[in-house]
């Protein structure tokens, strides 16, 4: 077996993203335990701060460069990473579970004939196999998985494996041009909301469920996760109606998410909700309805009028910060 453990990395906009460095961690501590090495491999174009990655152990990180892959591309991506994993032979890749880790990394998978792990909350070391537990069922049950094949993939999920800073060397950087992309698919631009978190990586999030009763209600849910720092989120419900756009919507359709704290208003608690927000560090419900099932995930509930509690709730935040 060889004995190199791959992180691979994103970057948006040329810079790493925080979940690389999660993936890093990642690499870094199953790599110790199983007596391998961690390398990270990123592809891009002119990334900044690829130094960073030396904060987290890795050794050395191979940047994989080429002017037309500055934004992601299916094909290109997994052909590039694909023929790189196989020249150095790396048995075990870790992904970060986001949008483009989700798509890009079955693709891969098939390319070198790879077992596959998704949405991974935790990996631990058993008679030297690596033992993935991922939810099953909406959320409802956890399932532990072992992979006979000889290439393993794991896609990790965000803000669960927090990044360990490692007192360590600097990092190797090697930048290799990459030769004749395949750019059958190509992303040519994004449209960004400016200043808004991505749920998916926020460490604090507020959402709105069809208790808010309508979009024009929403700038409650807004003005409470301005004050603490975090970012809007939405149930299915609201995001059909068209209340709030599909970015923002978490759950099994939606977006997973692992923040610290998760606050809850006007959601009732399906269980396709549940399965995308269950795994938050803290929990806040707050609902009118006493028997709604968001309170048996929660760990702080208030029952009672969302409309009369989010300012009030907001104001003392602010009161305190200030």
């Known amino acids: 077996m060889a004995d190199k453990i791959l992180a691979v ?5 040329r810079s790493l993203k925080k979940v690389s460095f999660e993936a890093a961690s990642v690499a870094l501590i199953l790599a110790n335990q199983l007596g391998m090495q961690a390398e990270a491999v990123v592809v891009g174009n002119d990334i900044n701060n690829l130094n960073e990655i030396s904060k987290y152990g890795i050794s050395k990180l191979t940047h994989l460069k080429h002017e037309l892959l500055l934004n992601y591309s299916p094909s290109a991506y997994s052909d590039t990473l694909a023929s790189f994993a196989k020249e150095t032979d790396a048995q075990i890749l870790i992904f970060p579970n986001t949008a483009m ?4 990394a079955p693709r891969i998978a098939v390319k070198l004939n790879a077992g ?18 991922r939810p099953v069922y909406a959320g409802k049950a956890l399932i532990e998985v072992k992979l006979n094949s000889q290439t393993k993939i ?5 803000n669960v494996f927090k990044p360990q800073l490692v007192n360590s060397a600097s990092t190797q950087v090697e930048v290799k041009q990459v030769e004749n992309p395949n750019l059958k698919t190509r992303v040519t631009a994004f449209k960004k909301s400016e200043g808004k978190l991505d749920v998916a990586e926020a460490d ?3 959402s709105g469920g069809r208790g808010m009763k309508g979009p024009e209600n929403f700038h409650l849910i ?16 609201v995001v059909d109606a068209g209340w709030r ?6 759950g099994q359709t939606g977006k997973t998410v692992s923040p610290s704290l998760y606050i809850a208003c006007g959601i009732s608690g399906a269980i396709q909700h549940l399965a995308g927000m269950s795994s938050s560090k803290y929990i806040v419900a707050i609902n009118k309805d006493k028997d709604a099932p ?16 989010l300012p009030a709730l907001t104001e003392e935040i602010r009161k305190i910060k200030s």
Do not use: W
């Not at 792990?117 to 690596?130: P, R, S």
């Not at 756009?245 to 978490?250: A, K, L």
């Not at 968001?294 to 509690?309: H, L």
């Open 294 to 309: 968001i309170f048996n995930v929660a760990d702080y509930g208030i029952a009672g009028d969302v409309f009369e509690i």
């Open 154 to 158: 794991f896609t990790v999920r965000p």
């Open 9 to 13: 990395l994103e970057q948006r906009e």
């Open 204 to 206: 604090i999030i507020v």
């Open 222 to 237: 807004e003005e409470l996760a301005e004050v603490l720092g975090g970012a809007v989120g939405a149930s299915r419900a």
């Open 116 to 133: 596959i792990v998704m949405d991974c909350m935790k990996l631990e070391i058993k008679d030297k196999d690596v033992i993935a537990t």
């Open 101 to 104: 880790g989700v798509d890009l």
């Open 245 to 250: 756009p599909h970015r923002e919507q978490v």
